[in-house]
T-cell receptor
Framework: GENVEQHPSTLSVQEGDSAVIKCTYSDSASNYFPWYKQELGKRPQLIIDIRSNVGEKKDQRIAVTLNKTAKHFSLHITETQPEDSAVYFCAASYRNTPLVFGKGTRLSVIA | GAVVSQHPSRVICKSGTSVKIECRSLDFQATTMFWYRQFPKQSLMLMATSNEGSKATYEQGVEKDKFLINHASLTLSTLTVTSAHPEDSSFYIC????????????FGPGTRLTVT
């Protein structure tokens, strides 16, 4: 089955700097790669996703890149703000299969 | 649109008792619902996949006789934790996939279960 590795597990950045979180996946059939932000005690919130027919997608300060050959995808957050502090999860799936999550990255944005 | 609710949001029960958690898709039909468990400071771990009108598919290591899943309609799935023990204390989150959307899963708000 699918296995998703996520790095780093913790990340601290100064406010205004960029943050990058990287994930690799094992199943070459996976074709959907969402990123979630989760605050303590809350449900995961989808922030951006990408499908395998696209190499990059951007939404304001957030972007995701996908390299299917290398089987890795990354989340980029620019101009970080204190409210970006949370745990971020990457995930992967194929068609009707359930999402498999990475272990998460705890992002701290220091004001 | 694409709202998933869960009930209850929090529950405390005594060891040995059973607890039922409901997951509903409020504005769409979901042939497939998923149940995840999340321990503190850990990731979401898939417990089972629930398909409407058929038996759930459990992940390796998840006891199907302990975690009973029923998906009786296109908008409701239930998870019953039977004979709960303190080690079952966790955050249980369901998600649902819209019939019309092949990829995205919509998550419920989660249920915090504490077994004393």
């Amino acid at each position: 089955g699918e296995n998703v590795e996520q790095h780093p597990s913790t990340l601290s950045v100064q406010e205004g700097d960029s943050a990058v979180i990287k994930c690799t996946y094992s199943d070459s059939a996976s074709n959907y790669f969402p990123w979630y932000k989760q605050e303590l005690g809350k449900r995961p919130q989808l922030i951006i996703d990408i499908r395998s027919n696209v190499g990059e997608k951007k939404d304001q300060r957030i972007a995701v890149t996908l390299n299917k050959t290398a089987k890795h995808f990354s989340l980029h957050i620019t101009e970080t703000q204190p409210e970006d502090s949370a745990v971020y999860f990457c995930a992967a799936s194929y068609r009707n299969t359930p999402l498999v999550f990475g272990k998460g990255t705890r992002l701290s944005v220091i004001a | 649109g694409a709202v998933v609710s869960q009930h209850p949001s929090r529950v405390i029960c005594k060891s040995g008792t059973s607890v039922k958690i409901e997951c509903r898709s409020l504005d769409f039909q979901a042939t497939t619902m998923f149940w995840y468990r999340q321990f503190p400071k850990q990731s979401l771990m898939l417990m089972a996949t629930s398909n409407e009108g058929s038996k759930a598919t459990y992940e390796q290591g998840v006891e199907k006789d302990k975690f009973l899943i029923n998906h009786a309609s296109l908008t409701l799935s239930t998870l019953t934790v039977t004979s709960a023990h303190p080690e079952d204390s966790s955050f249980y989150i369901c998600s649902a996939r819209d019939l019309a959307a092949a990829y995205e899963q919509y998550f419920g708000p989660g249920t915090r279960l504490t077994v004393t």
